[in-house]
């Protein structure tokens, strides 16, 4: 593992630390990026984990901004860093290969922040439907027309109306495939 403090070079911008992990199996592209990381960046601290153990220890103890990881890395890039993730640090998964100047060009991206990532959605509530929501989304997903839920369910075509518009809020759908589909996204059927 290796940890370096970047330099501020004389015509770079004063502006933030950033704190960045870079994760990439040990190889070609470690080795470059840690004979040249005192070689570029502004005065921010980026450490070169090989290991997800490494990254996952480097993570607990110092706070970090970005995380860089091969998409080689390990199984699951996205979950290296487990349920200890803060929503305050970008994960980005980029493809180095053996190829340690795109590494460089990842880690300086995100030092100077540009490299962008999406901002992390929190979570949607899980969807709550009533028994008789179930039961018209049941028949949407049958193909049923309001006029056959409406007499396989015993009420009128009014009501089975009301319910779909409710299917379509609760699931942010627009038309009766969206929803079928949302909802099987949703795994609120199968």
């Known amino acids: 593992m290796s940890v370096a403090t970047l330099p501020a070079r004389p015509d770079s911008p004063p502006g933030p630390t950033r704190t960045v992990l870079a994760c990439v199996p040990a190889g070609a592209a470690a080795r470059l990026l840690a004979e040249r990381l ?12 090989t290991t997800p153990r490494q990254a996952l220890t480097c993570y607990t103890r110092q706070h970090t901004d970005v995380v860089l990881v091969d998409y080689r890395f390990a199984r699951d890039p996205i979950t290296v860093l487990g349920p200890r993730r803060s929503p305050h640090t970008a994960v980005i998964v980029v493809d180095v290969g053996a190829d340690g100047d795109l590494l460089l060009a990842a880690v300086a991206g995100a030092v100077t922040g540009a490299l962008r990532v999406a901002p992390r959605r929190p979570p949607r509530p899980p969807i709550r439907l009533t028994g008789r929501e179930q039961q018209v989304l049941h028949a949407l997903c049958d193909g049923a027309t309001n006029e056959e839920i409406a007499e396989r369910l015993c009420i009128g075509a009014d009501t089975v109306k009301t319910h779909v518009r409710r299917l379509y809020d609760k699931l942010g759908a627009r038309r009766r495939t969206q929803a079928v589909a949302l909802a099987l996204r949703a795994g609120l059927v199968e």
Request: charged share 10%.
């Open 38 to 49: 005192v070689a570029t960046g502004n005065g921010h601290l980026v450490r070169l984990a």
